[in-house]
T-cell receptor, first 109, second 113 residues
């Protein structure tokens, strides 16, 4: 099955800084998503982005499907951005998502 | 998008007992999924809950330990049976929208003592 890797595993930022999170996947994908897991464990959808570029406020994402990676950009980070960011991919047509290992982000005030 | 409600949101259980987690969706969906997130780890798919047929389990997960029901297109339950401390995890149900995106319930945080 598809393998999903994320980097970096941990990231500490000062409030206001920008960051880029990376997701590599081992095969072509039908579906790819980015999630933010808040400290209470809830998974929040950020982007559904099997290809192309999307933006939502301070966050944007780009997936280059031919090169098998996706990037999540966080600009002007805030303390509320803290948590774990997961990418998840699916390529079997079954909608069974494989999750990456996550990037744990801490934004300091 | 879909609105998914899970109950309970958290529980502390004695080893050897069982807990049933409920997942309710605000619209009819064909596929529902159950995931487990062990402490400090990523999410792992347990099974696909199929309406009208038995659930399909992933490698490493068995029906006797994680029986699943799917009585209709908006509801599913996952039971964690004969619990041990190793079952302490967050359990999440998920559905897939028409556009292919997955949505998750708020999760059930289970602690087994």
């Amino acid at each position: 099955g598809i393998q999903v890797e994320q980097s970096p595993p941990d990231l500490i930022l000062q409030e206001g800084a920008n960051s880029t999170l990376r997701c590599n996947f081992s095969d072509s994908v039908n579906n790819l998503q980015w999630f933010h897991q808040n400290p209470w464990g809830q998974l929040i959808n950020l982007f559904y982005i099997p290809s192309g570029t999307k933006q939502n406020g301070r966050l944007s994402a780009t997936t280059v499907a031919t090169e098998r990676y996706s990037l999540l950009y966080i600009s002007s980070s805030q303390t509320t951005d803290s948590g774990v960011y997961f990418c998840a991919a699916e390529n079997s047509g079954t909608y069974k998502y494989i999750f990456g290992t996550g990037t744990r982000l801490k934004v300091l005030a | 998008s879909a609105v998914i409600s899970q109950k309970p949101s958290r529980d502390i259980c004695q080893r050897g007992t069982s807990l049933t987690i409920q997942c309710q969706v605000d619209s009819q969906v064909t596929m529902m999924f159950w995931y487990r997130q062990q402490p400090g780890q990523s999410l792992t798919l347990i099974a696909t809950a199929n309406q009208g047929s038995e659930a399909t389990y992933e490698s490493g997960f068995v029906i006797d330990k994680f029986p699943i029901s799917r009585p209709n297109l908006t509801f599913s339950t996952l039971t964690v049976s004969n619990m041990s401390p190793e079952d302490s995890s967050i359990y999440l149900c998920s559905v897939v929208s028409g556009g292919g995106g997955a949505f998750f319930g708020q999760g059930t945080r289970l602690t087994v003592v």
